[in-house]
């Protein structure tokens, strides 16, 4: 099993990845918003589309008792992949994003 210090980096790399990829229309950032004191990582969309203001969260994680809680993910493929393939358990990872009462349903993942 990972020690915490692993999991936190094995987040940063993968949000950092996505810093690089630029949006194909307005003056739009992604920024990795990163707290390690408080186990919480975004990835933050900022800037403008023309003359409207984008601001808001495309990903949002947080490390609660060991495991990871995706509680935005905005993601086409969704980052819980980028996670199981960079070696986190199915069993680690909570879709907080779906109903608890759905979670249950979702094969290999953690209910809570």
């Known amino acids: 099993m990972d020690s915490l210090e692993d999991v936190r980096s094995i987040i ?5 990845e ?6 194909a229309y307005g003056e739009i950032q992604t920024e ?34 060991g495991k990871l809680w995706i509680q935005r993910d905005g993601l086409e493929h969704g980052v819980a992949t ?5 070696g986190i358990p199915t069993d680690r990872i909570v879709l907080a ?3 608890i ?6 094969t290999d993942y953690a209910v809570t």
């Open 82 to 86: 980028d996670l199981i393939e960079a």
């Open 101 to 106: 009462e759905m979670r249950r349903y979702i």
């Open 18 to 23: 996505y810093t690089r990829i630029p949006y």
């Open 32 to 65: 990795p918003i990163f707290d390690r004191a408080h186990d919480r990582y975004l990835l933050m969309n900022v800037g403008w589309d023309s003359k409207k203001r984008v601001h808001g969260c495309l990903v949002h994680i947080d490390i609660i008792d």
């Open 97 to 99: 994003f779906k109903p």
């Open 12 to 16: 940063e790399s993968i949000l950092i």
